[in-house]
């Protein structure tokens, strides 16, 4: 069974006073294998960051289901929504969101802390992810002391801490710079062959390039999918290049 499992989902809003529908999505299925680590892209208002929200239990389809572990998020309670995104999901987002008034080892330890951890199981976490991700010496520094790239490392140990099911990272690169653009990528990349399974909504084609699958959204569906296979990342990087021209010109799918 696969991790995670996207079955006919279906996504309407209607507008401010109810006049006009919008179909945000209109038949989405794909599923996520353990350890893989999956990238997705598409034009603005494709759907892909209605597919997120969805996927991160922030917002409810309008039909369809998401199954993670077999799970269905449609079948868990509302008072039980926080306890299960913090339990099973870990969150990049491209802002950090970090609070400014906590060191980033406080911000590290938060999602334990509102689960109940002991300091001991805590700080048993902590150590390995802070090394791995080379922050150990910055976590009494507070987020406007340290780079971006810094703060994203921090926000990358804030979601690896609860040991997620699956990670979803939200445009991570977006507010970094080249070299910190290169360190994160690099670190995902090491972070998945460890066993980490990952979920990539990103504009960049640098970024969607270091994953071992890429799909496409268009017009609020899966459009194309692209596998890494033996493809070294510049080639991915083309691959992933042609199908957004296509993309934009309104082509059909391979």
């Known amino acids: 069974m696969s991790l995670l499992e996207v079955k006919n989902l279906k996504k309407v809003y209607k ?12 038949n989405v299925n794909f599923s996520v294998e353990e350890g893989e680590y ?4 598409g034009e603005s208002g494709s759907g892909k960051t ?3 929200n969805i996927l ?7 039909s369809g289901t998401v199954l993670l572990d077999g799970n269905d998020f449609s079948k868990i309670k509302e008072s039980a929504v926080a306890e299960f995104r913090r339990d099973h999901l870990g969150f990049v987002f491209q802002d950090f969101n970090l609070l400014d008034t906590f060191t980033l080892e406080d911000n590290i330890y938060l999602p334990l802390v ?3 951890k002991s300091y001991s199981e805590m700080n048993a976490r902590l150590n390995p992810i802070v090394e791995q991700l080379g922050i150990s010496g910055l976590l009494k520094k507070y987020p406007y002391e340290v ?3 810094q703060k994203q490392r921090a926000a990358v140990a804030r979601a690896l801490i609860t040991e997620p099911r699956i990670i979803l990272a939200d445009e991570p690169t977006g507010a970094l710079d080249s070299k910190a653009t290169d360190e994160l990528l690099r670190l995902f990349r090491k972070i998945n062959q460890q066993g980490q399974t990952i979920l ?3 504009h960049s084609i640098k970024a969607a390039s270091h994953a071992s699958r890429v799909l496409f959204i268009r017009d609020g569906e899966v459009f194309h999918q692209i596998y890494r296979g ?8 083309q691959k992933i290049s042609d199908t957004l021209t296509l993309l934009a010109q309104g082509g059909d799918r391979r």
């Not at 991160?56 to 309008?62: V, Y």
Request: charged share 20%.
């Open 15 to 26: 507008t401010r006073f109810g006049g006009n529908e919008v179909e945000a999505l209109k």
């Open 38 to 41: 999956v990238a997705i892209m």
């Open 50 to 52: 209605t597919l997120l």
């Open 56 to 62: 991160a239990s922030l917002d409810k389809p309008t």
């Open 114 to 116: 509102l689960a109940g």
């Open 147 to 149: 780079s971006g790239g």
């Open 200 to 202: 990539l909504v990103t």
């Open 230 to 237: 033996e493809n070294t990342s510049e080639q991915l990087y």
